[in-house]
């Protein structure tokens, strides 16, 4: 059974930084693409930051670029989103998801949980 | 960059009803086009991809059609498991954008 579990949201001062990680199981995750995306309280989906299974290809929202990062450890089988300069914009549950395929460019097919960042002072 | 716009924003239907939303790109995406449905405090969930294939235990009263720039998804018979908020997303390049949702609900 595929499952992905996020962790490390959590209350932080505009302008501080926070590392999300996803622990990924019950599939080859060296062979799929990975993705952050997230939803603002009461509000649609945003896209946020795409891998490949590789880490060749790296994608970001406008939104976000500069700001986060995206990686993961195929070895440990985790997939991670560092967030420095957080604003209060970026206060949202955020989905760890799996690509249906190996490309960063793919349908989401598989979606953690979520775990919440909540950005304020 | 290119901008996903779904329509209606909310529709209100009864059951047994056929249901119809639009998904317009601005530019054309090929058939790079995916729907999900997230219901009430749930996760969203993929029910098509490449614009009409169904995702796999998805039940067949969903379809999806469309190429380039205007997709729609129908459910042919809408049942009141179905009371969701359905997204677009496109895929056929970087940034995988989102339509801003429709709100389904039943009349």
């Known amino acids: 059974e595929v499952q992905l579990v996020e962790s490390g949201g959590g209350l932080v001062k505009p302008g501080g930084s926070l590392r999300l990680s996803c622990a990924a199981s019950?599939?080859?995750?060296?062979?799929?693409?990975m993705n952050w995306v997230r939803q603002a309280p009461g509000k649609g989906l945003e896209w946020v930051s795409s891998i490949s299974s590789s880490s060749s290809y790296i994608y970001y929202a406008d939104s976000v670029k500069g700001r986060f990062t995206i990686s993961r450890d195929n070895a440990k089988n985790s997939l991670y989103l560092q967030m420095n300069s957080l604003r209060a914009e970026d206060t949202a549950v955020y989905y760890c998801a799996r690509g249906l395929l190996a490309m960063a460019r793919a349908p989401l097919d598989y979606w953690g949980q979520g775990t919440l960042v909540t950005v304020s002072s | 960059d290119i901008q996903m716009t779904q329509s209606p924003s909310s529709l209100s239907a009864s059951v047994g009803d056929r249901v119809t939303i639009t998904c317009r790109a601005s530019?054309?995406?090929?058939?790079?086009l995916a729907w999900y449905q997230q219901k009430p405090g749930k996760v969203p969930k993929l029910l098509i991809y490449a614009a009409s294939t169904l995702q796999s235990g998805v039940p067949s009263r969903f379809s999806g059609s469309g190429s380039g720039t205007d997709f729609t998804l129908t459910i042919s018979s809408l049942q009141p498991e179905d009371v969701a908020t359905y997204y677009c997303?496109?895929?056929?390049?970087?940034?995988?954008?989102f339509g801003g949702g429709t709100k389904v609900e039943i009349k």
């Open positions: 019950g599939f080859t995750f060296s062979s799929y693409s």
């Open positions: 997303q496109k895929y056929n390049s970087a940034a995988l954008t």
């Open positions: 530019q054309g995406i090929s058939n790079y």
